[in-house]
């Protein structure tokens, strides 16, 4: 089955970390997720980064190579091409760091999570930002302001949504009319509840996933099942 685009005027998309597995990139939660296979998340909060950053970058220096050595799949290359193909409707909301949907030719997309190709200083009275690539392996990067730790520009455990980044979305949610929620879980809030709030707008909701959600979100109205880079191309075929 594919979807008759040409009905909805305001299209969102919620990605998670499984849409990039077909990449190469390993999800953080479920069958080989990093959460799963024992990473510890307690280095991507800020406590654990302050208290040891070394052992952070340990965590975030390989994903960040990982990243930057993937390529977009079929899946981040069908959302592409609907935006290209319903020009100025879609907005593609992504709880991934890995920037893959913009390399895939993505423009209208919501990074609520950060992007693991930037750092900034950990000093919250320095706002000096850096955009670059390196893993820093075996070392911690300094702010070129004043001297103290980068961490990685992403959305740590325990941390709010950036606020722009988070007005954005409730403003697409405001006027969705289509919503698919595409590779993620559904459990991380906020994410986890704007399928509630595209229901409320009366929107046509989708759940697109190797496997169901549990507990089921009855916000869904329709599941697939299956990898993303399998069924989005199908799905989304105009």
Not at 83 to 108: F, K, P, W
Request: proline share 7%; net charge negative.
């Amino acid at each position: 089955m594919h979807l008759d685009l040409e009905r909805y005027r305001r299209i969102v998309v919620l990605t998670g970390a499984g849409i990039s597995v077909a990449s190469g990139l390993k999800p953080y939660r479920g069958p080989g997720g990093l959460w799963t296979e024992g990473g510890d998340a307690t280095l991507a909060t800020l406590d654990g980064f302050h208290a040891d950053p070394d052992a952070s970058w340990a965590l975030f220096g390989p994903l960040r190579r990982a990243a930057r050595d993937a390529s977009p799949n079929p899946a981040h290359e069908a959302l592409a091409a609907l935006e290209h193909r319903c020009e100025g409707r879609v907005t593609v909301v992504t709880q991934n760091v890995d920037g893959l949907h913009q390399r895939a030719g993505s423009s209208d997309v919501i990074e609520i999570h950060g992007s693991v190709f930037r750092s900034r200083c950990a000093d919250a009275a320095c706002t000096q930002t850096v955009v670059d690539d390196d893993a820093y392996e075996g070392v911690v990067p300094r702010c070129p302001r004043c001297g103290g730790a980068l961490r990685p520009d992403v959305v740590f455990f325990g941390e709010a949504l950036p606020v722009d980044e988070e007005w954005a979305v409730k403003r697409a949610l405001r006027e969705v009319d289509l919503f698919l929620a595409v590779g993620t879980s559904g459990t991380v809030s906020p994410a986890s509840s704007y399928a509630r709030s595209a229901a409320y707008n009366e929107a046509r909701t989708i759940y697109v996933n190797l496997e169901p959600m549990d507990p089921p979100n009855p916000y869904f109205q329709e599941t697939h099942l299956g990898p993303a880079e399998d069924i989005l191309p199908a799905l989304l075929d105009g």
